[in-house]
């Protein structure tokens, strides 16, 4: 992925969190957790975010994001931390 790419992908990303008042941030933890199979609680502990917060944005995802925009978000989080990982794996010293 370009960096244009990159930053189209993080604008989306940003636009769904903002519609419904999230932390981009955290909703692509959440995500990323939950598309892991993931508990709250092991969300929580692996990036270090509040049992509750995550309780909250697990809440908001199942009632008010729409089915397109959760598989928006599953694409946005694949690629962003697809990309950061073929990184880190690319540059290891």
Do not use: C
Not at 79 to 89: C, M, P, T
């Amino acid at each position: 992925m370009n960096k244009r790419q990159k930053e189209l992908v993080e604008k989306r990303l940003h636009e769904i969190a903002s519609r419904h008042l999230l932390d981009p941030n955290i909703l692509q933890n959440v995500v990323w957790g939950k598309a892991q199979g993931w508990s709250q609680n092991k969300i929580a502990l692996n990036f270090n975010h509040n049992p509750n917060t995550i309780s909250k944005y697990t809440r908001i995802i199942e009632r008010e994001i729409t089915k397109e925009e959760i598989k928006e978000l599953l694409i946005i989080v694949g690629l962003i931390l697809g990309a950061a990982y073929i990184f880190n794996e690319l540059f290891k010293t």
